[in-house]
């Protein structure tokens, strides 16, 4: 005979075993990242580990084996269940097909239609979708308004052309002893994708080229902006340690309020916020050569699963889930990092600080250059794109820069 005593004690017994079942079945997902993202990524990871059964075990990859340890991972099927890296290097691997089509998920998520258009681009290959935007960084213009008021510049105007930077540049010089008007880490070729690039792109120029039979630094605003950069340097207006910083000091100069304007990234907020909290700065985006020509580079990490991944429905319910308002903002936001959806600029988080808005915002008027064999064509030492800055800048022969620095990117994209 069952009594509802019984019925109580089986009762309890299901739920028990229910619960014993959800927890025993729950999966560990393996996930790859970047160094230089690792930071930000943990912060959703571990969001996601404290609301989700399914759990996510974060492993660190150092930024230089990042390419390597992918591709040889995938060719021997030891891979993890989701990966984290440079976004630069999307149209390389899905190319190469190391990583799962995410067409049809993504473009029924109603979260990806918000996603900053930079990152819909550089993940999509022969009309399909491969990842989406993770954990974002942006490059903006920052100003020093002190520098500003004692050059007799209104500091609450930033420059809103590259001329403008040209002419504060020059009043803030003339402050005269170790104060410059603006700053550039000369031998550094990321450091000037990121932070010069976008100067010639808000004036209508292409970069880089995607394969051999694509143009290659087009428009007059390659020409403007380094005949520009070339005048402030022979000006003096440039401290001459910029010749040869590799970005070792990208940041630090600014720190030392001695630098009145200078392109940088996101990140250098929360630097300036820590290290010179005195330090009274306002940020903006990077302009082109006439008024209301905006850009910038869009940088940090994608997420996207492997091929070979073992969880790979798991793992796109955790791309699903970091595109939503409770990552963007909980995850993202709350830790200081821009979301990779701008309409989550203005939020609770940011609220106190307008300059942190204005960087969220970058990205939704940011590009990403959609190349293959970025490293060879940008970020190597001798890249075509650091020697066209350096002869153009340095040596003064603009036009042989970049008519040199076309071929020889051309060259690149053809093979």
Known sequence: MITRRTCGALAATLIASSAFTTAAFADTMTMWVRASGANAAAHLVDLWNSTHPDKIELTTIPDNQMVTKLATGVQAGDVPDLVSFDLIYMPDFMKAGFLVDLTAD??????????????????????????????????????????????????????????????DAKKIRALGSDTYGFYFSGACPGCNIFATSPMMVAAGS?????????????????????????????????????????????????????????????????????????????????????????????????????????????????????????????????????????????????????????????IGVGYVPWVFHFADMVNSDSSPWINMFQRAIFDGDVDGAIKEGREKMKEIAGQ
């Open 106 to 167: 993504l473009k029924a998520d109603p979260n990806y239609a918000s996603v900053a258009q930079a990152y819909k681009d550089i993940a999509t290959y022969e009309g399909k979708l491969y990842g989406a935007g993770f954990t974002p960084d942006v490059s903006i213009l920052v100003w020093n308004k002190d520098l500003f008021k004692k050059a007799g510049l209104d500091p609450d105007k930033p420059p809103q052309t590259v001329g403008e930077i040209h002419e």
């Open 206 to 362: 292409k970069m880089l080229p995607a394969n051999g039979n694509d143009d290659a630094l087009t428009g007059d605003g390659v020409k403007d902006v380094l005949e520009t950069f070339k005048e402030m340097w022979s000006e003096g207006l440039v401290p001459k340690s910029a010749q040869t910083d590799n970005g070792a000091n990208f940041t630090g100069e600014f720190k030392t309020g001695k630098i009145g304007i200078q392109g940088t990234g996101g990140f250098l907020l929360s630097e300036l916020k820590k290290d010179v909290p005195n330090l009274n700065f306002g940020v903006t985006f990077l302009p082109g050569v006439k008024e209301g020509q905006v850009s910038s580079f869009v940088g940090g990490d994608v997420v996207a699963i492997p091929v070979g991944s073992k969880h790979i429905p798991l793992a796109k319910q955790f791309i699903a889930w970091e595109l939503t308002d409770e990552a963007q903002l909980e995850g993202l936001a709350k830790n200081n990092i821009v979301p990779s959806r701008p309409a989550l600029a203005d939020n609770k988080y940011f609220a106190a600080d307008p300059r942190v808005v204005v960087t969220a915002k970058a």
